[in-house]
């Protein structure tokens, strides 16, 4: 799933509970947020995967933010 998609999958009240859980306001967190137009915190991107109850993973956070352009799986040894 992809961080967007998360964010568009919730009603008025789930959205303003995420960012209230997040300790951002719901609207940074429909405008900067949902929009990568701000750079996050580590403390926002751990907050966004945590929050999120296991619906999103660091990557897909990390993905949407632009800060890794892909994951690079080590081949098992």
């Keep these: 799933m992809t961080f ?3 964010i568009d999958g919730l009603n008025r ?3 303003d509970a995420y960012a209230r859980r ?3 306001a719901s609207s940074y967190l429909r405008l900067h947020v ?3 137009s701000k750079d996050p ?7 966004l ?5 296991g619906a999103l993973s660091l990557t ?10 892909e994951v690079v ?5």
Excluded: Q, W
């Design 13 to 15: 009240n789930a959205l």
């Design 41 to 47: 915190s580590v403390a926002l991107i751990r907050s």
């Design 4 to 6: 967007r998609d998360y």
């Design 22 to 24: 997040c300790g951002i």
């Design 34 to 36: 949902k929009y990568a």
């Design 60 to 69: 897909d956070v990390l993905e949407h933010f632009n800060i890794v352009d």
């Design 49 to 53: 995967t945590r929050e999120s109850c």
């Design 73 to 77: 799986v080590s081949p098992e040894v």
